[in-house]
């Protein structure tokens, strides 16, 4: 069974950075094809794909914003660490990590976390 | 970066009612289009991937078609938990993408 949980603060100020932890369980990033990734919702808003680690270490950025963003994992601990610096209000949003694979191309999102909302104000 | 737009923004259905979603993107996709369905407060689940391939547990009432640049999500008759917002994602390519959002709420 594939589970993913995301954690991290409910409450950063503007021009902070976020660290935001994936913990997941049901399968391995040494595992070939696998993937995690991050999404987020504003408020009301659409979803935005923000990043994408696979097993080979192969990193992946949304191009609006990757000057502000890290992605990482760590196999032994079966997480995945996402890094946003520079926060600002239009951050605030639900963050959630999903489980992916690749097969040859970029792959969809099969497992979600339940996701966290990250608040930026001062 | 591929652009998805949804059709319509919004709609309002009835129980047993036969719904159509449409998504279009901006240079062909192949087959590499998935379709979630979101409920208030909950993550996306996942119902259909590779544009028509239903995900393993998903009521066959819902089903996908399309290729290239037009796709659609069918619900064949809309039942009272399926009232949701419901997104398209693209694949083909980086960035991956979604559409804005299709809600369906209860007529």
């Known amino acids: 069974q594939i589970t993913l949980k995301e954690s991290g603060p409910t409450l950063v100020k503007p021009t902070q950075t976020l660290t935001l932890t994936c913990t997941f369980s049901?399968?391995?990033?040494?595992?070939?094809?696998?993937?995690v990734g991050w999404v987020r919702q504003p408020p009301g808003k659409a979803l935005e794909w923000l990043a994408l680690i696979y097993w080979d270490d192969d990193k992946r950025y949304s191009p609006s914003l990757k000057s502000r963003l890290t992605i990482t994992k760590d196999t032994s601990k079966n997480q995945v660490v996402l890094t946003m610096t520079n926060m600002d209000p239009v951050d605030t949003a639900t963050y959630y990590c999903a489980h992916s694979r690749w097969f040859g191309e970029p792959g969809y999102f099969d497992y979600w976390g339940q996701g966290t909302l990250v608040t930026v104000s001062s | 970066a591929i652009q998805l737009t949804q059709s319509p923004s919004s709609l309002s259905a009835s129980v047993g009612d036969r719904v159509t979603i449409t998504c279009r993107a901006s240079q062909g996709l192949s087959s590499a289009l998935a379709w979630y369905q979101q409920k208030p407060g909950k993550a996306p689940k996942v119902l259909i991937y590779d544009a028509s391939s239903l995900e393993s547990g998903v009521p066959s009432r819902f089903s996908g078609s399309g290729s290239g640049t037009d796709f659609t999500l069918t619900i064949s008759s809309l039942q009272p938990e399926d009232f949701a917002t419901y997104y398209c994602q693209q694949f083909n390519s980086y960035p991956l993408t979604f559409g804005p959002g299709t809600k369906v709420d209860i007529k």
């Open positions: 049901g399968f391995s990033l040494n595992t070939t094809e696998v993937g």
